[in-house]
């Protein structure tokens, strides 16, 4: 069955390195390698719940506008949905690549309308090059630039609108969600995933589950703006998710020739908080233990940041630990230095 058989998993090939080899055996030592299968029990069965109150309600308040502050809500359960995805993608959850992505078929494909597929073959390479304006995908020139080079190849129009990207930044998190989606269809309709159907086929579910339901309940005008409310929540707060991470972090090469350990810690950001932190980022937010470790169940993110960071320090390697508020501050002075070099190139 081609739904068994992933060609790759987003975590990436073991690293080889003296410093890391040092951090691994601290981390392997203190335990934080083995799966959490009860902690990811419950949060699963906390999604579901919260899903199944939702849907209860969203029956009993029928055709009305306030069926938009449900949509607010359906948005955070469905981003949850996506983190328990990506964790499985990593492996996090089983021991067996099996289950692990059989998992996150259903978390994505049929539980947000996301090509599981699509995905890891883009976050694989973003793990393998985080920064890396040639070979990481989630820095590539698009609606917004990321480095001066983008800025310098930028068209007459392109730096019209970069120049304001840091002001547009929030809106076109609203066309997020919309882009996924689109992206996710485009995929399969090339025919490049081993597990097309298996895939196609939970696209297709999610897609008829989610129209039907939208539109038995609610009128077409009211069903469309609930849909549009839902999919530019979820956008926001995905992108709001995602952004911290790496943005306005320093920009690598193969030219610099930094191993997997500085490479890794170098361009992430952890953003600093408490327990509803953690689970409103899904334990992104321990983002620079997360891509050293791939693997490790994400309840452990927070046990070994403490661990991380004093070899760090040990080492001499920065490590970057923002507030909230900060990091968002320093992804847009960043969106907004990189849009204003627009300005000084030849028109």
Same mark, same amino acid.
């Given at each position: ?57 969203? %029956? ?9 502050? &449900?949509? +607010?809500? @359906?948005? !955070?359960? /469905?981003?949850?949905? #996506? ?116 895939? %196609? ?9 989610? &129209?039907? +339901?939208? @539109?038995? !309940?609610? /009128?077409?005008?009211? #069903? ?19 952004a911290p991470n790496h943005k306005g972090m320093p920009v690598l090469s193969e030219a610099d020739n930094a191993d997997f350990l500085r490479r890794q810690v170098l361009t992430s950001r952890n953003v600093r908080g408490h327990w509803l932190t953690d689970v409103l980022l899904g334990g992104l937010n321990y983002q620079i233990e997360h891509h050293l470790f791939p693997s490790m169940p994400r309840p452990n993110l927070k046990r070994a940041q403490p661990i991380v960071e004093r070899f760090c320090a040990q080492i001499r390697v920065s490590y970057v630990e923002t507030g909230p508020i900060t990091s968002y501050s320093q992804v847009l002075r960043h969106l907004d ?11």
């Amino acid at each position: 069955m081609t739904v068994l058989s992933a060609p790759r998993q987003a975590s990436d090939a073991p690293p080889r390195g003296s410093d890391f080899a040092q951090l691994a055996r601290l981390v392997k030592d203190a335990g934080l390698m083995e799966r959490r299968r009860g902690r990811y029990l419950v949060k699963g069965l906390a999604i579901v719940g919260a899903v199944a109150a939702g849907s209860v309600v969203f %029956v009993l308040l029928g055709d009305s506008w306030w069926q938009l502050g &449900l949509a +607010a809500l @359906f948005a !955070v359960t /469905s981003a949850q949905i #996506g983190f328990l995805g990506h964790d499985s993608a990593h492996r996090q959850v089983f021991s067996s690549r099996r289950a692990n992505d059989i998992l996150g078929l259903f978390c994505a494909n049929l539980g947000i309308g996301l090509s599981y597929d699509w995905w890891m073959d883009k976050h694989v390479r973003h793990h393998a090059h985080p920064n890396d304006e040639e070979r990481d995908p989630d820095i590539g020139a698009g609606a917004l630039i990321f480095t001066t080079n983008q800025a310098g190849a930028a068209g007459k129009v392109g730096r019209f609108f970069y120049r304001y990207q840091a002001w547009t930044f929030f809106p076109l998190l609203t066309l997020e969600a919309l882009n996924l989606h689109v992206s996710s269809v485009q995929h399969l309709i090339k025919g490049g995933s081993p597990r097309r159907w298996w895939e %196609v086929t939970g696209l297709t579910l999610h897609a008829i589950g989610y &129209l039907t +339901a939208v @539109f038995l !309940v609610l /009128s077409p005008l009211r #069903g469309l703006v609930f849909i549009a409310v839902h999919q530019a929540l979820l956008g926001v707060y995905l992108g709001c998710s995602f952004a911290p991470n790496h943005k306005g972090m320093p920009v690598l090469s193969e030219a610099d020739n930094a191993d997997f350990l500085r490479r890794q810690v170098l361009t992430s950001r952890n953003v600093r908080g408490h327990w509803l932190t953690d689970v409103l980022l899904g334990g992104l937010n321990y983002q620079i233990e997360h891509h050293l470790f791939p693997s490790m169940p994400r309840p452990n993110l927070k046990r070994a940041q403490p661990i991380v960071e004093r070899f760090c320090a040990q080492i001499r390697v920065s490590y970057v630990e923002t507030g909230p508020i900060t990091s968002y501050s320093q992804v847009l002075r960043h969106l907004d230095v990189i849009g204003r070099a627009t300005r000084l190139q030849p028109a």
